[in-house]
C-alpha cells in the first residue's frame, strides 16, 4: 500500500488571506519541507504567490509539490457565482503548471484535485457540529448550490485536467450525513468525486470510518484531522462557531485526540487505497509558532502506525 501524505497552510492558521496575523508563506513552506512532506495545498487564493513562474521557484526552493487547491466560499449566491468561476480558473492554472505531487494511485483518480467547499452562510457557520439545530437549505437553494459545483467540476476536469472533489465541511451548507447523502445522489462520480475529512465527519456527529466505508466508491482524496474531544463537547455544548473552535484548540496533532488512526490504517490497507491524505489542523493564525512542532508529530505518528 503506497500512500502519499501532504500538508495544508491551514495547519499554520492560514484561511484568510487578509488576516493580518498570518505567518509568511516562506515560513509556511520552510516549516512543511523541514517536517518531511514533500507536497503541499495551495491554501486561500492570495497567499502563496500567483504567478506560475513564482509560485514554481517557491516550491521547487522547498522542493515540494501541490496536491491540491481549494475553493472555498459562498456556493450558494448567484451573484457571488461570476467570481467563483473566475477563481476556479485561476486556482486550475496553477494546479496545472506548477510543480505537481506523484500520481500514485489506485482506483481514486489522480492528483491534482480541486477541493470544492461551500463556506459563507453565517447561520450554518455558527451551528457547526449542530446538526438538530443547524437550518438546511431551502430545496431551491440546494439545486443551485448543486448546479454550481457541477459548472465549477466541469470547469475544473475538462479544460484543465483538473480533478475536482467535494469536501463537507464544519459550519458549510454541505456537512452533516443526510446532506451528505443527497450530495452523492444529485452529482455522480464521473463530475466530481468526495474529499472525505475524518476531523470534520467527527465534529458533525460522523463515525469517519463508517462514513469512509459508506462512500468508498465515491472518494478520490482524504483530509485526515484530529479532534480534542473535550474541547470539542465544550464548544458543541455552548454552540461556538467553527473559526471560534479552532482558535480554542478544537483541532490537535494526530494522535493525541479522539480519532483512532491505528484503526483507520487498517481499515485503508483492507481497501487497498493507493492516493493522497493531507493533514490538517486549523488553528488562529497567531498561534503558529507551535505549527511546525505539530505537523511534524502528526507526520511522525502516522509513520508509527504504518502509514
Known sequence: M?????????????????????????????EAALAGYKSIELGPWGYLPVQQDELADALNQYQLSLV??????????????????????????????????????????????LVIIDFGNQQRAALAGQPEKA??????????LMKHIVILSEIAWK?????????PHAGGCI?????????????????A?????????FYSGMNPIDTLDKYWDRIDYLHFKDINASVWRDVIAEEVD???????GVMCPLGSGAIDYAQIHQFLRQRRYQGWITIEQERDPRN?????????????????VGF
Open 2 to 30: 503506497t500512500i502519499r501524505i501532504a500538508n495544508a497552510p491551514c495547519s499554520w492558521g492560514v484561511d484568510d488571506p487578509k488576516n493580518p496575523w498570518l505567518p509568511s508563506w516562506r515560513k509556511v513552506l520552510h
Open 68 to 113: 491540491a487547491g481549494t475553493i472555498f466560499d459562498d456556493l450558494v449566491s448567484e451573484s457571488h457565482f461570476p467570481a467563483m468561476i473566475e477563481l476556479t480558473h485561476a486556482i486550475c492554472r496553477n494546479l496545472k503548471a506548477a510543480p505537481g505531487a506523484e500520481k500514485v494511485h489506485g482506483d481514486n483518480r489522480p492528483p491534482p484535485y
Open 135 to 144: 437550518p438546511r437549505l431551502l430545496t431551491e437553494e440546494w439545486q443551485t
Open 159 to 167: 479544460e484543465y485536467g483538473v480533478r475536482p472533489v467535494i469536501h
Open 175 to 191: 456537512e452533516y450525513e443526510d446532506e451528505l447523502a443527497q450530495l452523492v445522489e444529485d452529482i455522480p462520480h464521473s463530475v
Open 193 to 201: 468525486g468526495l474529499c472525505l475529512d475524518t476531523g470534520h465527519l
Open 242 to 248: 467553527f473559526f471560534s473552535a479552532c482558535a480554542r
Open 288 to 304: 503558529a509558532d507551535t505549527s511546525l512542532r505539530d505537523v511534524t508529530a502528526s507526520l511522525h505518528y502516522l509513520q508509527s
